[in-house]
């Protein structure tokens, strides 16, 4: 399900144009606006004219606690309007220029777009550049889709428990920075107390019955699937005590060295539950994903980009056992192993499905932030590799896709989810003042 917002709405007009006009297209607006899922609208059903009540206007929308911001450009008007209500909300605008009506007499009906260029250099030259422009008669669904980006940022709950894996240096981040940039404050933890949460014997032995379920579990002992499911009542224990958006674990070593097995079948399991728990302590996939889920992507994948042949043009996106076993192609056998961590695995091994793909990464260098996007398509491939993976083929040639992440220092794993969700993050870098790498 998509994040939840609340959006403004107002219309701007002035009497030299057809303003009863625009006050009919306002009116199928508002009702074309309330079939929209999961967002609040404050509309002001009346247009906006003269500069004292768009004063009032601001205001009233200043109590709604608003995301954003809908500014439609009903007809030409007073450059004034739009930045009286900046200058009290603050908040990203969405200027909308409605198309121009068929001429009457010879005179133009709306001047609309000419609105929107006038407010959309007002607030430019004010030093604003958290808007963004649509024309034509239905609203852009992609700049609500970013608005819902950074309110289920601003919203999350994210700790991590240890700290980064052993050497992975590029996964750090500066708190404060994610604090500025995100509204994002990150908690931490000790593994231990993951290890010492107390789980109910009914939801150990639940997850420990979806594993057999879900999984052939003949290449692990009896003991290992019994602490794969303890582990995933754990953490899903741990996450609803600490109300947590996200979890980022140092996943190793500790985990084989002091609990007896990895974490990433426990991880694959609960992670398809719709609980985001990320692997070797990186934040930033976590925040990626949780941008993913709020324009409704579901279970994301946190990857790494394991492979690239240049001449067939692919890349393997792949991970040691810790996709969501949702994500199974449906034709292999999903299977439980214990391959790596001196045979402590346990991991979910199995290909993932087929069809279109989203990459995304929010990804930091110092204090500055940056989107890394790229579609791509998953192709089917047989179970060659233990661990969780799929074959991707890029709109652009791999050797090119590769070059951008080795180039821009890229850390080394993206959140990857099924459909297209591009437009919605481009939208949200310009609103961040961020670099889109893509």
């Known amino acids: ?19 009863q006009a625009a006050a009919e297209l306002y009116q199928k607006i508002q009702q074309d606006l309330q079939q929209i899922e999961q967002v609040n609208f404050e509309i002001l059903p009346e247009l906006l004219i003269e500069v004292e009540e768009t004063r009032q206007a601001a205001q009233i929308l200043a109590a709604k606690h608003l995301h954003g911001l809908i500014c439609i450009s009903g007809t030409f008007h007073l450059g004034h309007l739009v930045l009286e209500l900046n200058k009290v909300l603050r908040v990203p605008i969405l200027l909308w220029g409605l198309n121009e009506l068929p001429y009457n007499g010879g005179k133009i009906r709306l001047n609309s777009v000419c609105g929107v260029n006038l407010d959309a250099s007002n607030l430019y030259k004010s030093g604003t550049r958290s808007f963004h422009v649509t024309i034509g008669e239905t609203v852009d669904e992609d700049w609500i889709d970013a608005l819902r980006i950074a309110a289920a940022l601003a919203q999350a709950h994210i700790a991590i428990a240890g700290f980064r894996a052993k050497g992975f240096f590029n996964l750090g981040v500066y708190d404060l920075s994610v604090y500025q940039q995100m509204g994002v404050l990150i908690d931490h933890y000790e593994l231990q107390e993951i290890f010492s949460t107390e789980v109910a014997a009914e939801a150990v032995q639940r997850h420990t019955q979806q594993l057999r379920e879900i999984f052939d579990v003949s290449s692990i002992s009896v003991a290992q699937l019994d602490l794969t499911g303890q582990l995933a009542a754990k953490f899903e224990q741990f996450m609803e005590t600490h109300q947590l958006t996200a979890l980022a674990l140092r996943c190793w070593p500790e985990f084989a060295a002091m609990y007896g097995i990895a974490p990433c079948a426990a991880m694959s399991l609960v992670q398809s539950e719709n609980r985001l728990i990320v692997c070797e302590g990186d934040l930033e996939g976590a925040l990626s994903m949780i ?38 192609d449906g034709q292999c056998v999903r299977s439980l192993d214990s391959y790596h961590a001196a045979g402590k695995g346990v991991t979910a091994d199995f290909v993932m499905r087929s069809g279109d793909i989203s990459l995304l990464r929010i990804d930091s260098a110092g204090q ?17 590799l233990r661990g969780t993976y799929l074959k991707v083929r890029f709109e652009e040639p791999v050797k090119t896709v590769m070059e951008k992440i080795l180039y821009n220092g890229l850390a080394h794993h993206a959140s990857m989810v099924y459909g297209d969700y591009i437009k919605p993050f481009e939208i949200f870098a310009r609103l961040q003042g961020w670099q889109v790498i893509k």
Request: glycine letters at 6%.
């Open 1 to 19: 399900m998509k994040q939840r917002v609340n959006i403004g709405v107002v219309c701007f007009a002035r009497k030299t144009f057809d303003y």
């Open 368 to 384: 500055e932030y940056r989107l890394f996007l790229q579609r791509g398509k998953g192709i089917p491939m047989e179970k060659d």
């Open 291 to 328: 941008a993913h889920q709020a324009v409704g992507a579901e279970t994301p994948f946190l990857a790494d980009l394991s492979q690239v042949n240049f001449e067939e043009n692919f890349a393997l996106l792949w991970h040691c056992g810790v996709a969501p076993c949702n994500l199974w």
